[in-house]
């Protein structure tokens, strides 16, 4: 039996991928300047077992990247570029309330305003040899276009288990 992944639901879609994200608490890094790459590095600590630095669980949609690739078609917006735990097959948004996958819940506190780190040229997990480019612009649209938002952050209410293709439901 698999370990429990702290995520959770969306209104009416399905989860479509859940990297299982490292136990230990990451620690991540920006530039004071998001303009300047020279500048200087500030880094935190983020939660253990989530990339997201704010609240445990990071969503985002297929929608939301489809969105975001209908508007800017030039710019590569993969799902590596924004290291969801989760991402959940349905629209854009907004996600609010309390969602469930399987018999895990989630509250949804906020949309995840997004730093420097999806401008940085990475790795693609389980494509070895593969990277995306450095694009400064995917940050530069989004704080232009959506407030520097893209995905929702959420904390766990009821911890448990979900599975590729759950369904997603909320209130």
Same mark, same amino acid.
């Given at each position: 039996? !698999?370990?429990?992944? %702290?995520? *959770?639901?969306?209104?009416?879609?399905?989860?479509? &991928? *859940?990297?299982?994200?490292?136990?230990?608490?990451?620690?991540?890094?920006? /530039?004071?300047?998001?303009?300047?790459?020279? *500048?200087?590095?500030?880094?935190?600590?983020?939660?253990?077992?989530? +990339?997201?630095?704010?609240?445990?669980?990071?969503?985002?949609?297929?929608?939301?990247?489809?969105?975001?690739?209908s508007?800017?078609?030039?710019?590569? +917006? *993969?799902?590596?570029?924004?290291?969801p735990?989760?991402?959940?097959?349905?629209?854009?948004?907004?996600?609010?309330?309390?969602? &469930?996958?399987?018999?895990?819940?989630?509250?949804?506190?906020? $949309?995840?305003?997004?730093?420097?780190?999806?401008t940085? $040229? /990475?790795?693609?997990?389980?494509? %070895?040899?593969?990277?995306?480019?450095?694009q %400064?612009?995917?940050?530069?649209?989004?704080?232009?276009?959506?407030?520097? /938002?893209?995905?929702?952050?959420?904390?766990?209410?009821? $911890?448990? /288990?979900? !599975?590729?293709?759950?369904?997603?439901t909320?209130?």
């Amino acid at each position: 039996m !698999a370990a429990p992944v %702290p995520c *959770s639901t969306a209104p009416s879609g399905r989860v479509t &991928r *859940s990297p299982s994200a490292s136990r230990a608490a990451p620690t991540f890094e920006s /530039q004071a300047d998001a303009d300047d790459d020279d *500048s200087a590095t500030v880094t935190w600590e983020g939660f253990a077992g989530s +990339w997201a630095d704010s609240r445990p669980v990071h969503l985002l949609t297929t929608g939301g990247l489809a969105a975001m690739a209908s508007e800017r078609p030039d710019l590569e +917006w *993969s799902v590596a570029r924004f290291r969801p735990n989760v991402l959940l097959d349905g629209p854009p948004g907004p996600l609010t309330g309390t969602l &469930r996958i399987g018999s895990t819940e989630l509250r949804i506190d906020k $949309p995840c305003t997004r730093c420097v780190m999806v401008t940085r $040229p /990475q790795a693609v997990p389980g494509e %070895p040899g593969a990277a995306l480019p450095r694009q %400064p612009d995917v940050l530069r649209h989004l704080l232009a276009s959506h407030d520097g /938002q893209l995905g929702f952050l959420a904390t766990v209410v009821r $911890p448990g /288990q979900l !599975a590729l293709g759950d369904r997603v439901t909320g209130d």
